[in-house]
Each structure stands twice: as structure tokens, then as C-alpha cells.
């Protein structure tokens, strides 16, 4: 067990519909990452926040926005869905930033129908 | 760009049979380069981190070694419970961004 908590474990929704997934960061990390895995792309990166402040952007969609609240833990809003954003979604956390030594969670599967 | 491309992408292996993962990389700036392993349906794993040249990590039946454009994850007499999916992944000193590549599946064959 990491300490990383992710919700929903399992989501299924229809093309064009939103949806919130939740992250609950290792107790005393103040760094969160978004991750996605799909079959043929591998781990993507989505952005990283810090402290509630983001602090980098990768390959994120316009249509998908996060954020980190007081608490530190952070949600992943992902609309507009369209089948190709079927897959699983990781959060990590870790204590300082830029660092490798990331925890993940086991993710939250999507499927867009 | 960061570039990280992972050989073989899968890998069969007997039980006892010692074998390595290659993890070739590009990048501007290395911070770091990091193995993880990810079982299936769950998150990956840290396993080591590897800052320059030259060095090694061990652990257990696990070596990884770096040199300035590669780095192998040996796996010595391996067992059924290594059987995973192994990630490398590089972090630049320009960004706080992890590169993974797309991973090595490991099956070891009892």
C-alpha cells in the first residue's frame, strides 16, 4: 500500500459526458502528479501541483483541468469525453519537488462508451 | 524532448534464468533516471533511482547500472513473484516532469 488513495477504482460514462477523479495524497506530501495510461501510449504526464499551486504541465488536454485544495488532496475533471480518453488515470504524491521517488495510487479505470 | 525507449518489450524467462532490461534515453539535462515496477491493475512502484554515470543499486535479485546513454536492469536467478511490467523513466534538471518508457513485461516461466 502506497498511502496514495484514488476514487473512483472504476468509472464507466458516455462519449461527451464529465467526470470528477479524486486523489488523496500520502499523509505529509505536499506534491501531486497526474498520470495516464493507455495501452499504446505508456505513462503520459499530466501536470504536477505543489503545495496547491500548479507547478508543471505535460500533455494535458484543454478539456481536462485539475486542482489541489487546502487539504492537499487534488481531483482530475476530465468533459467532453471521447472514447479515446478511455484509460487509467494515476496519482502520485511526493514530499519535495522534483524528484523521481513518486507513490503511485492503483488508479482510476475509465471507460468511454 | 525527453525520449526514453525500453528493449525487449516483453521478456520470458524460466525460473533461475538471469536475463537484462535495457532502458536507452535522451535527455537535455539528467537528473535522475528511475526503475519502477508495476504489477497488473495496480500503480507502479519506486524501485531505484540512478544519478550519474557509473553507478549501481541492488536489491534483492535487482542491479541496475547507468552509463551516459543507457541503463540495464539485471535480474539475477529470477522467480515467478519478479513477474511484472518494469518502467524506466528520466527527470530533467530543466522541468519537474518524469519520462517513462513504455516498459519491459517480465513473465517468469516456474
Known amino acids: 500500500d502506497s498511502g496514495v488513495t484514488q476514487t473512483p477504482k472504476h468509472l464507466i460514462t458516455a462519449t461527451g459526458q464529465r467526470v470528477t477523479l479524486r486523489c488523496s495524497p500520502r499523509?505529509?506530501?505536499?506534491?501531486v502528479y497526474w498520470y495516464q495510461q493507455s495501452l499504446d501510449q505508456g505513462l503520459q504526464f499530466l501536470i504536477q501541483y505543489y503545495n496547491g499551486e500548479e507547478r508543471a504541465k505535460g500533455n494535458i488536454l484543454e478539456r481536462f483541468s485539475a486542482q489541489q485544495f487546502p487539504d492537499l488532496h487534488s481531483e482530475l475533471n476530465l468533459s467532453s469525453l471521447e472514447l479515446g480518453d478511455s484509460a487509467l488515470y494515476f496519482c502520485?504524491?511526493?514530499?519535495?519537488?522534483?524528484?523521481?521517488?513518486?507513490?503511485f495510487g492503483e488508479g482510476s479505470r475509465l471507460t468511454v462508451l | 524532448e525527453d525520449q526514453v525507449t525500453q528493449s525487449p518489450e516483453a521478456l520470458r524467462l524460466q525460473e533461475g534464468e538471469s536475463s537484462s532490461l535495457n532502458c536507452s534515453y535522451t535527455v537535455s539535462g539528467l537528473r535522475g533516471l528511475f526503475w519502477y515496477r508495476q504489477d497488473p491493475g495496480k500503480g507502479p512502484e519506486f524501485l531505484f533511482t540512478?544519478?550519474?554515470a557509473g553507478e549501481e543499486k541492488e536489491k534483492e535479485r535487482l542491479k541496475a547500472t547507468l552509463t551516459k546513454k543507457e541503463s540495464f536492469l539485471h535480474i539475477t536467478a529470477p522467480k515467478p513473484e519478479d513477474s511484472a511490467t518494469y518502467l524506466c523513466?528520466?527527470?530533467?534538471?530543466?522541468?519537474?516532469?518524469?519520462?517513462f518508457g513504455t516498459g519491459t513485461r517480465l513473465t517468469i516461466i516456474p
Open positions: 540512478l544519478y550519474s
Open positions: 502520485a504524491s511526493s514530499v519535495p519537488e522534483g524528484t523521481g521517488e513518486l507513490f
Open positions: 523513466a528520466v527527470l530533467n534538471f530543466g522541468n519537474e516532469k518524469l519520462t
Open positions: 499523509s505529509g506530501d505536499l506534491s
